[in-house]
């Protein structure tokens, strides 16, 4: 696990609500403080699908961000910023595989669960910290090593200027 305080915000912010940045992502949990609290995430809601778009959803459980983007956007978007807000953006299930296979990790008897980036703003403070979650108990780190490389480079390659904590 790796925290890395983001140093251009307004760069961060536009890549995520007005560009692609985390398109790919699952976003697994989201809560937004505005004049309110919003949360967002979690499962997919099977009885809003009927059969033929659920079937094109192809056993995915999670939304991906590009599809919750414009609604992140509008109750982000104004004047004001938000208080807070914080995101789980989980990488998805086919880049996960090639992330695995990428970096030589043994994927048929690899524990990796799942390849996480939390993304916390408080008071005009943007934190990414990375983490990784097991199926099963391993001393070995060696996955979680390459994910935290993995997370500096995708924000070096997007330009984003980054401190680590």
């Known amino acids: ?9 307004k760069l961060m912010m536009s890549g995520m609500l007005s560009g692609k940045l985390f398109d790919k992502f699952y976003l697994r949990d989201g809560e937004i403080q505005t004049f309110a609290q919003f949360t967002m995430g979690g499962c997919l809601n099977r009885p809003y699908f009927d059969d033929d778009e659920w079937e094109q ?6 939304p991906l961000w590009a599809e919750v983007r414009p609604f992140a956007y509008q109750l982000i978007r104004g004047k004001k910023l938000p208080v807070q807000f914080h995101f789980v953006f989980q990488l998805s299930r086919e880049n996960t595989r090639w992330f695995l296979e990428h970096h030589h990790l043994n994927t ?15 008071h005009q403070r943007l934190i990414c910290t990375s983490g990784i979650s097991y199926q099963m108990f ?13 997370v500096e480079q995708f924000f070096r390659q997007n330009h984003i200027a980054f401190q680590q904590l």
């Open 1 to 9: 696990m790796t925290a890395l305080e983001i140093q251009d915000i």
């Open 57 to 62: 959803l192809e056993g995915r459980e999670y």
């Open 108 to 122: 048929a008897g690899n524990p990796v669960g799942g390849l996480f980036m939390n993304i916390n703003y408080d």
């Open 138 to 150: 391993t001393m070995d780190k060696t996955a979680e090593r390459c994910w935290d490389e993995t």
